[in-house]
């Protein structure tokens, strides 16, 4: 009997360390991450081809498996960085600033009497009531799979109706050189950036937008 109370003991004490294990290895150290504080990093000056033109901000989704709704992992787990929004919102948001930051102006959807539309409706292309004006691009972001060092993403683009690009990129960042969190707040704005700026640069995505 004896014999036996131990083995239960054994057991339970290694049910919890599996289960101390598994929280350890769900992000330790929260960064927190505001589309209010990002800032766009690049020179606008290098994308001037795009300065003049005009885009709807369709819908930003996130599929990505290896995320929360609010953030994303280090590829250590041990960190996790979180936003102050849903992470399609967060990116949103971001994308907002660097579209204008090279001189693209942001602009809403359309719609007629019928339809009260609301500036934060997503959706790409839109409904029947709802349309890009003519000639104008529709831009949508899909995050598939995403770590603070590598970032898997689809650029769409929609126009006059059309399926112009549905393209998937994925960007890299060297793992991070610092324990600081205001630090790797940084890192998480670059990581905007990067994805931003890996788009902007496409030949396929240039020639359509």
Same mark, same amino acid.
């Given at each position: *009997?004896?014999?036996? #109370?131990?083995?239960?003991?054994?057991?339970?004490?290694?049910?919890?360390?599996? %289960?101390?294990?598994?929280?350890?290895?769900?992000?330790?150290?929260?960064?927190? *991450?505001?589309?209010?504080?990002?800032?766009?990093? %690049? =020179?606008?000056?290098?994308?001037?081809?795009?300065?003049?033109?005009?885009?709807?901000?369709? #819908?930003?989704? !996130?599929?990505?498996?290896?995320?929360? #709704?609010?953030? +994303?992992? #280090?590829?250590?787990?041990? +960190?996790?960085?979180?936003?102050?929004?849903?992470?399609?919102? +967060? +990116?949103?948001?971001?994308?907002?600033?660097?579209? =204008?930051?090279?001189?693209?102006?942001?602009?809403?959807?359309?719609?007629?009497?019928?339809?009260?539309?609301?500036?934060?409706?997503?959706?790409?292309?839109?409904?029947?009531?709802?349309?890009?004006?003519?000639?104008?691009?529709?831009?949508? %972001?899909?995050?598939?799979? *995403?770590?603070?060092?590598?970032?898997?993403?689809?650029?769409?683009?929609?126009? !006059?109706?059309?399926?112009?690009?549905?393209?998937?990129?994925?960007?890299?960042?060297?793992?991070?050189?610092?324990?600081?969190?205001?630090?790797?707040?940084?890192?998480?704005?670059?990581?905007?950036?990067?994805?931003?700026?890996?788009?902007?640069?496409?030949?396929?995505? =240039? =020639?359509?937008?």
């Amino acid at each position: *009997m004896k014999n036996i #109370s131990i083995c239960y003991k054994i057991v339970l004490l290694g049910v919890i360390g599996l %289960f101390l294990a598994g929280c350890a290895t769900t992000g330790g150290t929260k960064v927190s *991450m505001s589309y209010e504080k990002y800032s766009p990093s %690049f =020179r606008a000056a290098d994308y001037g081809y795009f300065k003049g033109k005009k885009v709807v901000l369709a #819908s930003f989704q !996130n599929q990505a498996p290896n995320t929360k #709704s609010w953030g +994303y992992f #280090s590829a250590d787990n041990k +960190y996790m960085y979180e936003g102050n929004a849903t992470l399609e919102s +967060y +990116y949103w948001y971001c994308f907002q600033k660097a579209f =204008r930051h090279i001189g693209v102006s942001v602009v809403d959807y359309q719609s007629d009497d019928r339809y009260y539309h609301h500036r934060y409706w997503w959706g790409a292309p839109g409904p029947g009531a709802y349309r890009a004006p003519k000639g104008v691009s529709e831009f949508q %972001f899909i995050i598939t799979s *995403m770590t603070d060092q590598e970032f898997k993403f689809k650029a769409l683009v929609f126009k !006059n109706g059309e399926t112009k690009l549905d393209k998937a990129f994925t960007v890299n960042m060297p793992p991070a050189s610092t324990d600081k969190v205001p630090e790797l707040e940084k890192r998480a704005y670059r990581l905007v950036d990067l994805a931003f700026t890996t788009i902007m640069k496409d030949k396929d995505f =240039r =020639r359509v937008f």
